[in-house]
């Protein structure tokens, strides 16, 4: 029973050091973000109880990125299976990655502020692969849903249209997300579909 307590514990303090490097790196940029910083915005006694739970800075970033990539997966994964054509995977999916992003602002801006750093790092998966929007564009051509096109130009250029959303609430807070959701949705339903 105790090691359960100290395990939940342990998985609070890591939550609460994790959310507060989110919401400083978000707010200040990846530069500001020191275990020094990190601690005053978490309310901790000591730097020290961030050390005891992350190797360092660099451990301390691959969990941040972790735990976004891994929302934003949840989300939109769940929604692109619910649909059942390959032209409803792809407008759940456009419409996942904005909605997730103007709902959880904070996450996105630290993802981005990590990738725009460099500090991801050399030789690590970048954080948008296309492999997963390929395959629904594949399935689209197969099922005739898609008229022909190079799948990975398409993934692509979508994936780029998503992730510009974080930019643009930087820049107007205000931006409409749902009607952003549905320009792109409009725009790649006409770029793939077959009787185009």
Request: aromatic share 6%; proline share 3%.
């Amino acid at each position: 029973m105790q090691v359960t307590e100290r395990s939940a514990a342990a998985t609070a303090r890591r939550a609460q050091i994790l959310d507060a490097t989110i919401e400083v790196v978000a707010a200040e940029g990846y530069s500001s973000a020191s275990f020094k910083r990190i601690a005053e915005h978490a309310r901790l006694s000591s730097t020290r109880l961030i050390s005891y739970h992350f190797a360092g800075k660099d451990d301390l970033v691959a969990a941040l990125v972790e735990r976004v990539i891994t929302g934003i997966g949840e989300h939109v994964g769940a929604l692109v299976m619910a649909e059942e054509s390959p032209k409803g995977r792809l407008r759940a999916y456009i419409e996942g990655v904005v909605g997730y992003s103007d709902t959880h602002r904070s996450e996105m801006s630290a993802l981005l502020q990590v990738v725009l750093s460099g500090a991801w790092g050399e030789g690590k998966p970048a954080p948008s692969d296309v492999s997963h929007l390929e395959r629904i564009l594949e399935d689209g051509q197969r099922a005739k849903e898609f008229r022909s096109f190079d799948p990975k130009v398409m993934a692509t250029t979508v994936q780029r249209a998503v992730e510009g959303v974080p930019f643009m609430l930087q820049a107007d807070p205000d931006l409409d997300c749902a009607a952003y959701a549905t320009e792109l949705v409009e725009l790649f339903d006409r770029a793939t579909r077959a009787d185009a």
